[in-house]
């Protein structure tokens, strides 16, 4: 297998995806951090491969040196421990909505001032935070938005997030929780998870002092315009999971009695075509039937209790469609 070919052309598309995601519906997140937190990730993914520092180096080309310190920068704050130091300070200053620089030195004196300051630097020149006043008297401060309509979507998109995130990944902590969903404000964070504990759909459990969560359901409906971030995300992770697991089994290829793995079919017709409608109607199709197979798969477990010695078994299925006209649009299902 030719990697460094595929994986090209993965982070080729990769990219155009994030930048349709950044501009979608006129909005403009910052992306200012991308880059620091691909490496970090990266790093963290093939250290979980078991591969050492001396190999990971020598795959991004750089020193054993240069790496070591890249790390270091990139690692968790001193301060605040489970985010990194961009993160953290991001996040005080979200939830204080204004802050002195003295105030912030003071909150990570745990940390190099020069890394604080070189954080603070980066979150004005991104846009994420505003700069006033000079010398002692330089405080920022958050952009906020008054649109209480706004304010409510995003903390619904929250709460969907959190919950595909737990149905895939749960039970999970709440650091657990943070490393899936990077939110920085903690308070924000922390009414999610408590509207949704309060709503049903979230379990809190605790033992001794350890807290985890988990949701047995996750369902987000057809035509709910809140819940489409939610939807990208669940279907990314599930279509990323089938590849990473096949991959991980060592299968190279593709049998139509494989219980894991993905299939892409690509039909060319015309338009007015005898078998449009059928070839169109593929994505429906598919959909009706994993809302009826759900179905039935509820109402038997409604009524036969699962034998105890049965080992509990997660099957996700995943489909997506896109038409290409002749003038090169795209439109997706």
Same mark, same amino acid.
């Given at each position: 297998m030719n990697a460094t070919l595929l994986v090209d052309a993965i982070v080729r598309q990769t990219v155009v995806l994030i930048a349709t995601l950044a501009t979608g519906a006129g909005q403009r997140p910052s992306l200012s951090h991308i880059a620091d937190q691909v490496f970090a990730e990266l790093v963290r993914a093939l250290k979980e491969q078991g591969l050492s520092n001396?190999?990971?180096?020598?795959?991004?080309?750089i020193?054993?040196? &240069?790496?070591? &310190?890249?790390?270091?920068?990139?690692?968790?704050?001193?301060?605040?421990?489970?985010?990194?130091?961009?993160?953290?300070?991001?996040?005080?200053? @979200?939830?204080?909505?204004?802050?002195?620089?003295?105030?912030?030195?003071?909150?990570? @004196?745990?940390?190099?001032?020069?890394?604080?300051?070189a954080v603070l630097r980066d979150l004005v020149g991104s846009g994420l935070v505003y700069k006033t006043g000079r010398g002692e008297r330089t405080c920022y401060r958050a952009p906020s938005s008054n649109d209480p309509t706004e304010l409510s979507r995003a903390g619904v998109t929250l709460e969907r997030m959190v919950l595909v995130a737990l149905h895939r990944h749960g039970p999970a902590s709440d650091s657990e929780l943070r490393e899936l969903l990077p939110v920085d404000d903690d308070g924000e964070w922390t009414r999610a998870l408590s509207q949704l504990e309060a709503d049903g759909l979230l379990v809190r459990e605790e033992t001794g002092d350890a807290v985890r969560y988990r949701c047995e359901r996750c369902i987000i409906p057809f035509g709910d315009e809140v819940g489409w971030e939610a939807a990208v995300f669940d279907h990314y992770q599930a279509m990323v999971a089938a590849l990473v697991t096949k991959l991980?089994?060592?299968?190279? %290829?593709?049998?139509?009695?494989? @219980?894991?793995?993905?299939? &892409?079919?690509?039909?060319?017709?015309?338009?007015?075509?005898?078998m449009q409608s059928e070839v169109l109607g593929f994505l429906k199709a598919m959909r009706t039937h994993g809302l009826e197979l759900r %179905?039935?798969?509820?109402?038997?477990?409604?009524?036969?209790?699962?034998?105890?010695?049965?080992?509990?078994?997660?099957?996700?299925?995943y489909v997506g469609q896109t038409i290409t006209e002749a003038d090169g649009e795209e439109h997706h299902g």
């Amino acid at each position: 297998m030719n990697a460094t070919l595929l994986v090209d052309a993965i982070v080729r598309q990769t990219v155009v995806l994030i930048a349709t995601l950044a501009t979608g519906a006129g909005q403009r997140p910052s992306l200012s951090h991308i880059a620091d937190q691909v490496f970090a990730e990266l790093v963290r993914a093939l250290k979980e491969q078991g591969l050492s520092n001396k190999l990971v180096a020598d795959m991004f080309g750089i020193a054993l040196r &240069t790496y070591h &310190t890249r790390v270091a920068q990139l690692a968790e704050s001193h301060s605040q421990q489970g985010r990194s130091l961009w993160e953290a300070v991001y996040g005080l200053i @979200q939830a204080k909505g204004q802050v002195g620089r003295a105030a912030v030195l003071d909150s990570f @004196q745990s940390d190099d001032p020069a890394m604080v300051r070189a954080v603070l630097r980066d979150l004005v020149g991104s846009g994420l935070v505003y700069k006033t006043g000079r010398g002692e008297r330089t405080c920022y401060r958050a952009p906020s938005s008054n649109d209480p309509t706004e304010l409510s979507r995003a903390g619904v998109t929250l709460e969907r997030m959190v919950l595909v995130a737990l149905h895939r990944h749960g039970p999970a902590s709440d650091s657990e929780l943070r490393e899936l969903l990077p939110v920085d404000d903690d308070g924000e964070w922390t009414r999610a998870l408590s509207q949704l504990e309060a709503d049903g759909l979230l379990v809190r459990e605790e033992t001794g002092d350890a807290v985890r969560y988990r949701c047995e359901r996750c369902i987000i409906p057809f035509g709910d315009e809140v819940g489409w971030e939610a939807a990208v995300f669940d279907h990314y992770q599930a279509m990323v999971a089938a590849l990473v697991t096949k991959l991980r089994l060592g299968t190279r %290829r593709a049998g139509l009695a494989d @219980q894991i793995g993905g299939s &892409t079919f690509v039909f060319d017709l015309y338009d007015g075509h005898p078998m449009q409608s059928e070839v169109l109607g593929f994505l429906k199709a598919m959909r009706t039937h994993g809302l009826e197979l759900r %179905r039935r798969l509820d109402d038997h477990d409604d009524n036969h209790p699962r034998p105890v010695a049965a080992a509990a078994m997660r099957v996700v299925a995943y489909v997506g469609q896109t038409i290409t006209e002749a003038d090169g649009e795209e439109h997706h299902g």
